[in-house]
């Protein structure tokens, strides 16, 4: 087998770390694997790269952060080699160019464009372990250094497994695997055997943090099958898997995901016609805002346009949002900080009405709720989030060890 | 034109540090210059480095401490050149590879093959500051990241000054430049405004830490003119140039090196013949061994073979010598560490007289000279070597401001 392994930056804090991991990497190859491995930088060391560039400067040129930052994953991935060479193996550290990731020149969250893995093989070949630095990649056109953005050493190895065609894609991290809830959220959430690419893809959107968005659509649309484990234990982790969760007609609850921080914009009075609601949109679109739960509400006062986007985002859409009302034309924009949102992920749920119920029964007002096909969404105060999330997994049987049979519609 | 400028570890250990270069570099850049700035690692990030390896692991492939210890350099010049796009200039910060320089395979200590400056001149003539990672190559053979050991940074300038036909190589320091002696030892050592490349060369050989000799070499056989200066005053340092330093009849002293930490070798009854001392000698060039003063005495007791190396390479010296004794004939090796050797450098010293009655007449035994075209030397307990360095700087006179006119045989 040929198996891509990705270790985080909190598998790999110090030396006693890295030689630990060296040693389960070690033992995967020896039990007749080939290894890929795929190291973030160690620890804090990119946060703390980050603090003396902002000490340096102010003004700080992607295309240099980049330089900076790429550093720190071919430091990982250097000692790595040589804690595999001190156990008796045989490792080789490659860079990302040297690895053959290539990528646009978006400075800071650039794409990958091609992966030309001949050096990864040649070291494979030669019986070494090969080992990569995330992360990072070449952009050919300039000849210089990038950098992936958040959750790049993940999409590194994702990508490394499609043009490798490994077996399996293996993602290190501190945690069990994905849970049907945050476990410190609710102690009695249930470790996921399996979950589909598109039910993650939903659950990263809404919360979940094991895995990013992007990392889970580049493993969709290339089919790995992605394994998410934990660095300190030797538990089998969950597969996220290309295969669709079930059949399709039964309805599934996977889990509840959460996210705090978001601020809830509201624009009154938006212009009528087919033309208005869109051209908002794309204001927001073009900024890279990303709005979730848009809807249109009527209310006793008028029409209002509402949506959520993370408190990070909320100063500078107000500012957008106020800076076109003119061309636009709507009212008054508000927003309002404080917000959390609970989601549950699956299918078939019919609906928010189970949603509601549960949340109600817990005492917790809901603010707005969204539907789609694969997950209910529901707005509350912040500070009642967690209670929120208990409820709904609770309600939905989640922390049952058996599979979830209540739905949305029937919970309770 | 055309300036490359190198600034050392020391000189950018921290932020401020970082900005102050930044803040000269674009000065120089300012006053109507193109600039090429050549950065090592900050302070002591590359020691952290290499604790770290010998943390994770006791067995550390070259190639993989080459892509640990190359990162430092790509940190500080991303820095700089953040810092020098805060001060409202433009900077492009390279590494090695980008830079064009090309090596051998040989890590560690990598020789220069080529140096191909094209996107270095590219940089330039966009009007930005090129600002290359110091120390680092890439050997095209194999695709790797090489480094070039110790001084490697001033190799890079020097290097780069040659390949991009620069009018000077500064290479900035923590002292104002070359002196005649070491000012910590002599404070009233004089600042030399001129040496010669191979004064310069003899001078790096027997002590002077200023500049490497593989720096110096390289300037010499590229024609580059050297300029050693502060990068925390305005000094103008010291040229190192590759015109002779005088006319070639007069006498001149250029000051007074030391080594402390030396280890004197002798090797009793060495074989007679033509054939047995190129034999000696040809066992410590091939082990690397940096012998200096050697020299066959002839004693009461017999002949013996005597000579120094670094304390560091006493040990290996002598096992050399013992595993090879029944091949090559001779008798017991004996080695006595504590030594220290004072140089006078110059010409025209006629022998050791001067130097010897000068260090008599201090109260220092002189257990061994040697004396070349360009230097007399000699060995003393390493508990007097300051001593004896004060004693011939001042018996040569070098510490008043007018040029030593007092030399060898003719001293005191």
Redesign the interface.
């Known amino acids: 087998m040929l198996v891509v392994q990705k270790y985080g930056g909190s598998s790999l804090q110090d ?1 006693d770390r ?2 630990q991991i060296a040693a389960r990497v070690l033992k995967t190859q020896r039990s007749g694997h080939e290894v890929v491995v795929v190291c973030s930088a160690m620890g804090d060391s990119s946060d703390e ?1 980050i603090d ?2 902002e ?7 992607a ?3 980049d ?2 930052l ?3 994953e ?2 990982s ?3 790595m ?3 595999i ?2 156990l008796g193996g045989s490792a ?2 490659l ?1 990302g160019a ?1 690895a053959g990731v290539f990528t646009d020149a978006n400075h800071g969250s650039a794409g990958i464009e091609e992966v030309a893995p001949a ?1 990864v093989r040649e070291v494979l070949a030669q019986g070494a372990v090969a080992l990569v630095a995330g992360f990072q990649g070449l952009c050919r056109e300039t ?3 990038t950098t992936l953005g958040r959750g790049g050493s993940d999409v590194t190895a994702v990508a490394l497994a499609a043009a490798l065609d490994a077996d399996v894609c293996e993602i290190y991290t501190d945690v069990d695997g994905v849970f049907s809830a945050d476990p410190r959220v609710v102690p009695g959430a249930r470790l996921l055997e399996t979950v589909s690419c598109t039910d993650m893809l939903e659950m990263a959107a809404t919360g979940a943090k094991v895995l990013m968005s992007r990392c889970v659509e580049y493993a969709q649309r290339h089919g790995v099958e992605i394994c998410v484990r934990s660095s300190f234990t030797d538990g089998s982790g969950t597969l996220v898997s290309q295969a669709p969760s079930s059949a399709g007609e039964e309805p599934r609850t996977m889990g509840v995901t959460h996210t705090g921080s978001m601020t809830l914009i509201t624009v009154a009075d938006p212009p009528a016609g087919p033309a208005a609601r869109p051209r908002m949109s794309m204001l927001l679109t073009e900024a890279r805002i990303p709005a979730d739960m848009v809807q249109t509400i009527t209310t006793p006062m008028g029409r209002e346009v509402a949506f959520t986007v993370p408190d990070a985002d909320a100063r500078r859409t107000v500012d957008l949002l106020e800076r076109h009302r003119d061309r636009i034309g709507y009212g008054p924009v508000r927003s309002e900080s404080g917000i959390g949102r609970v989601s549950l992920v699956g299918t078939g749920h019919l609906g928010d009405a189970g949603v509601v119920d549960a949340l109600a029964e817990a005492g917790i007002d809901v603010r707005l709720t969204a539907t789609s096909e694969l997950r209910v969404s529901a707005l509350c105060a912040a500070d009642r989030l967690h209670d929120a999330v208990r409820a709904l997994h609770s309600a939905f049987a989640l922390d049952t060890a058996a599979k979830a049979v209540v739905h949305a519609g029937t919970g309770r």
């Not at 000490?55 to 040129?61: K, L, M």
């Open positions: 030396a890295i030689r790269l003396l560039a000490e340096v400067s102010d003004n700080r040129p295309r240099e952060m330089m900076l790429a550093s720190g071919r430091v991935n250097a000692l080699a040589m804690a060479h001190d080789r550290s860079s040297q050096r000849g210089d250094t």
